[in-house]
């Protein structure tokens, strides 16, 4: 009897056809496995990555807390240094040195500080001594305006006595119970304290000298040793794109809010001056300090014009005429002039900007208060690069033509070796 038996390209056949087909997928990992689901690990790895991520987001906040004094004035200098780099470039086009590009910078800014200094050094200490008056005269005012609630309070608690039947045997206190033992602890004075913070404040201002100088004078050496460290042609041209950006627009920004504030600060002194407050110059200039602090600036201006009326009038209603036109001319700065200035591109959305001034007030005092908005800026340009999508769709941050072509140039030459990364182009 035959048997069918296969041939021998048959057998070849079947075997190429079991070698092409899919391995037999095992059955989803459940309980009855005695093991987790699949879902459940993914989500405890996500679980664990942002954990990690978390403790090295409080690590670096609790150096950048406890280390504020190196890290605070550094900052500041490594932001002034971005925006005072196109400077620097344009000297070294015109064949001046770097390092002496750096060092008139630095100088100019020492000399220009000194002076501002020099100048406003005894009105500072005279109204420094006058803080307890000013501190006094909000207290009487504020125990003035709680007087009819004081009768009020009387008149209720004289009711509910009349109302409420009770024994009329004396319970009040007596005149020693009444006033308890008070302890007073003197405390060094307002000029003593600032004579004690001098030399913290001269440490400090030596590493921000340091700081900008050294970044100034060696800023392409730098970037180029930060570029080699890039191990791909898209990376190199990436970090050159944010640093050109970065410095136009933070260079934008600070030059533009300094002009306005310079302005602000002629205004508001030529103000003080017309309704009577003594030391115009120190209001304008302190004016025009405390507005690169957005909102917390000018509640501070106007609560320091309103102390300085209350001890310079007689009146409240003369007292409060000058934080009231303070007010007037810092809004109509605040919502026509500065937008109009900036434009939509470097409009902040107000909530994010007092986060974060309220961040950076928390972790390093008012410096942090002052380099909140800047640090917001470079943020908002790292992220437009690093993670395009989170920024707004319809209203993407345009750096315009000429940090485009900077970085473009930048790139092409020693920057990024000559080559364009796919799709950067």
């Known amino acids: 009897m035959a048997t069918n038996k296969p041939g021998r390209g048959q057998l070849a056949r079947d075997r190429i056809l079991q070698r092409r087909r899919p391995p037999r997928r095992s059955p989803p990992l459940t309980r009855s496995h005695g093991r987790i689901p699949i879902e459940i690990s993914q989500l405890l790895d996500r679980g664990a990555q942002l954990s990690l991520l978390s403790v090295a987001l409080c690590t670096l906040i609790t150096a950048l807390y406890f280390a504020q004094y190196i890290f605070a004035p550094a900052t500041a200098g490594i932001i002034l240094g971005f925006t005072i780099g196109p400077l620097v470039d344009r000297l070294e086009h015109w064949r001046v040195p770097t390092t002496l590009s750096a060092a008139l910078i630095v100088l100019t800014l020492v000399a220009v500080i000194g002076a501002l200094t020099l100048t406003l050094a005894q009105p500072i200490q005279n ?19 709680q007087e009819p609630l004081a009768q009020l309070r009387e008149m209720e608690r004289k009711v509910e006595d009349a109302a409420t ?11 020693q119970e009444r006033e308890p033992v008070k302890v007073v602890v003197e405390e060094p004075g307002v000029v003593q304290g600032l004579l004690i913070s001098v030399p913290d404040a001269m440490a400090r201002f030596v590493v921000f000298l340091g700081t900008l100088y050294f970044l100034l004078a060696t800023r392409s050496r730098l970037r180029a040793a930060v570029l080699e460290a890039f191990a791909t042609r898209r990376s190199k041209l990436r970090f050159a794109r944010i640093t050109r950006d970065t410095e136009f627009l933070l260079s934008r920004y600070i030059f533009t809010i300094t ?8 205004v508001v002194a030529t103000m003080t001056y017309a309704v009577g407050l003594p030391s115009p110059l120190l209001w304008g200039a302190m004016a025009g300090i405390v507005n690169f602090i957005p909102y917390l600036g000018m509640a501070f201006m106007t609560v320091v014009l309103a102390g300085v009326g209350l001890v310079t009038f007689d009146t409240i209603t003369a007292a409060l005429v000058p934080a009231l036109l303070y007010l007037a001319i810092n809004g109509l700065e605040g919502q026509l002039i500065t937008p109009h200035m900036l434009g939509r591109n470097l409009t902040l959305n107000p909530l994010v900007v007092f986060l974060a001034i309220a961040f950076w007030l928390w972790l390093w005092g008012p410096v942090g208060a002052f380099l909140a908005v800047p640090l917001l800026i470079i943020a908002a340009a790292t992220l437009y690069h690093l993670a395009p999508r989170v920024v707004d769709a319809e209203h993407p941050p345009t750096f315009g033509k000429p940090a485009a072509r900077a970085a473009a140039s930048y790139a092409e030459g020693d920057g990024a070796d000559g080559n364009h990364a796919p799709g950067e182009g």
């Open 127 to 145: 109204w420094a001594a006058r803080v307890p008056e000013i501190g006094l005269k909000f207290q009487t005012e504020f125990q003035r305006l």
């Open 259 to 266: 002009g306005i504030n310079i302005v602000l600060g002629i």
């Open 165 to 175: 039947p009770g024994d009329e045997t004396d319970t009040s206190p007596t005149e």
